[in-house]
């Protein structure tokens, strides 16, 4: 743990609370990808599989169950109690052409052929695109609440943070891993184009609009 780590946990907490917070109090789901947050639940559910196997710290418990429980809470809302929110017709991203290609790539590339092993690769693959609908919706639609680009923004920022997490753990501890360092980057890089959107709109208060 450094300090690195921290702040990209903390930043990924404040992301999807920011996201829960403005679906309650709204009421709803408008302008959010279902698909994502399903992706999303994916990720960790698939990820945080040895938490009922192996304990490595109360810190790192709690996170776990506060990702999963949250991004479940999350789904619910958009698909169950705000359904009629719900902007079905704009999250048409399809999401299939991640999962089964990752699928696939997790069972060829990985660190240890066992289905642990093999479960948290695909994890790490599929969150480096789980934004790719969100994303894509924002782009149909052509524009962002503010407060959803405070989520995607608070999104980005946490995988910011763990890569120069990565970068002082390998000068620090001569620690790396080249499959997680790889996904962040390209995550990452996906946000490149939405930093500098909401950097110099949405911080300067104006309506943020993606191009189509």
Not at 97 to 111: D, F
Request: net charge neutral.
């Amino acid at each position: 743990m450094n300090i690195f780590r921290l702040a990209g946990d903390i930043s990924h907490l404040l992301a999807i609370f920011i996201l829960l917070i403005k679906i309650w109090r709204s009421r709803s789901c408008a302008g959010i990808s279902g698909k994502s947050q399903v992706l999303f639940g994916m990720v960790f559910l698939t990820r945080y599989l040895d938490l009922f196997t192996s304990f490595i710290s109360v810190y790192n418990t709690v996170m776990k169950v506060i990702f999963i429980l949250a991004t479940l809470v999350t789904i619910y809302l958009v698909f169950f109690k705000f359904r009629a929110t719900y902007d079905s017709n704009n999250d048409t991203f399809r999401a299939e052409l991640l999962v089964i290609p990752i699928a696939g790539l997790a069972v060829l590339v990985n660190h240890e052929f066992s289905l642990f092993e093999i479960l948290w690769t695909f994890s790490i693959y599929l969150e480096s695109v789980s934004i790719m609908p969100q994303l894509y919706m924002i782009s149909k639609t052509g524009e962002a609440e503010t407060i959803t680009s405070h989520y995607l923004f608070a999104l980005g920022l946490y995988r910011g943070l763990y890569i120069v997490n990565w970068v002082w753990r390998y000068y620090t501890e001569q620690f790396y891993d080249w499959i997680a360092i790889v996904a962040g980057v390209v995550q990452t890089l996906l946000y490149c184009d939405f930093f500098y959107l909401y950097i110099t709109k949405v911080i300067k208060g104006k309506e943020m609009s993606l191009p189509a």
